[in-house]
């Protein structure tokens, strides 16, 4: 098959030509752009990262396209419904990261709640080895934090929680009372996690029906002084409202690791084109602006699932993935023909 790669390091294309050697492979840096296009007119597989968003448009193009392995467990950045129309099947790695990005997960919890960043700021940067109010944090022994989404990211973060001896609230539309005893959480309405929760985070896939789901509303009905951690999809949180939030003082802090319209963030020479069209998503750039400027927001740039193990495992998988399309078996596919 002819299979064209994006967006991989060096070690990864290595290992791709020994374990793929019968097929016929093509490499580039970037994520799949317009420019590409004319060089992988014949590609029956794609290979790609969350920041080669596959387009109607892209798909129209490429002719003898069979199969999308998204090296991720996100798939939003694929059309999907047109993927189906053409029968075109999608794979994804469904489990690379729940440790890891658990483990991200809890970083950023505790950086929050133990002001790691002014302290590691206040000696590196200032010399001074001196403690006050300013860096004074809070326990998670005691409090309550609520999940919304548990499903393989969730309930690691979840087992972290309770080792921590947090109190644990979860929102899924998928209940699960055997895991809930077994870890030790309880399932809660939208509404009581959202009232109830010290700190809240967020494990749900991007999709029509979580897109803002941390909204204006939704963060009126928060405790004062709640924390919001995101690393599941930056527009699962409306940026304009989290703005709001922080600014007013009821949000007293957040950790996130993926930023609505982050793509226009990494590339900013993406505004002036085409495919950037509303303005409404440049006031998104302008609030993600602000958020990194305010001290009780952490932002890590997309690498919760970066860790060497996941990223093996990523791999591993998508391999595997391709070889049994290539052989006629179904693996990891988010949708079937
Ligand atoms: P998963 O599919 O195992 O779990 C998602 C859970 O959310 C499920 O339990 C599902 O029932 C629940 N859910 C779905 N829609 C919901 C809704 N509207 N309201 C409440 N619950 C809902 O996915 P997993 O592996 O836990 O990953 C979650 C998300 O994390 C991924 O979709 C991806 O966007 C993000 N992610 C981010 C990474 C990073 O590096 N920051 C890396 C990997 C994933």
């Keep these: ?61 490429l002719p003898k396209l069979r199969l999308i392995a998204t090296m ?6 694929i059309d999907i419904e047109y993927c189906k129309r053409k029968n075109i099947a999608v794979c994804n790695v469904p489990t690379y990261g729940e440790n890891t990005v658990a483990e991200h997960t809890f970083a950023l919890i505790l950086a929050l709640s133990r002001k790691l960043y002014p302290s590691v700021k206040r000696t590196r940067e200032n010399h001074l080895f001196e403690t006050d109010i300013s860096l004074r944090g809070f326990d998670l022994k005691g409090r309550t934090i609520g999940l919304i ?27 699960d009372e055997k895991l809930a005893r077994k870890i030790g959480f309880r399932y809660a309405e939208f509404d009581d996690l959202l009232t109830e929760s010290d700190v809240i985070s967020l494990h749900v896939p991007y999709n029509s029906k979580t897109h803002h789901l941390i909204n204006e509303e939704t963060i009126g009905r928060m405790k004062k002084g709640a924390h919001i951690i995101n690393t599941s999809r930056g527009a699962v949180i409306d940026t304009k409202a989290l703005v709001r939030g922080l600014e007013s003082g009821k949000i007293a802090g957040v950790g996130i690791d993926v930023l609505e319209g982050e793509g226009e963030i990494k590339e900013e020479m993406a505004v002036l084109k085409d495919e950037f069209k509303s303005s409404s998503d440049l006031q998104t750039v302008l609030a993600n602006h602000v958020l990194m400027k305010m001290d009780n927001v952490l932002i890590t740039p997309h690498n919760a699932f970066n860790s060497a193990e996941a990223l093996q495992r990523i791999l591993n998988t998508t391999i595997e993935n ?4 290539s052989s006629g078996k179904k693996e990891n596919l988010v949708w079937q023909h």
């Excluded at 391709?322 to 399309?325: L, P, V």
Aim: net charge negative.
């Design 149 to 175: 989404g548990c499903g393989n990211i969730g309930k690691h973060v979840a087992r972290m929680a309770a080792g921590f001896e947090m109190d644990i609230l979860v929102y899924d539309i998928y209940k």
């Design 72 to 77: 991720s467990t996100g798939f939003d950045h």
């Design 1 to 61: 098959m002819d299979i064209a790669f994006f967006e991989l390091e060096n070690w990864q294309k290595q290992e791709i030509k020994q374990k793929l050697k019968n097929h016929r492979l093509a490499f580039f840096d970037s994520p799949l752009k317009e420019e590409h296009i004319s060089k992988i007119k014949d590609t029956q597989v794609l290979g790609i990262f969350i920041y080669s968003k596959i387009t109607a448009d892209i798909i129209d193009r």
């Design 322 to 325: 391709i070889f049994s399309f």
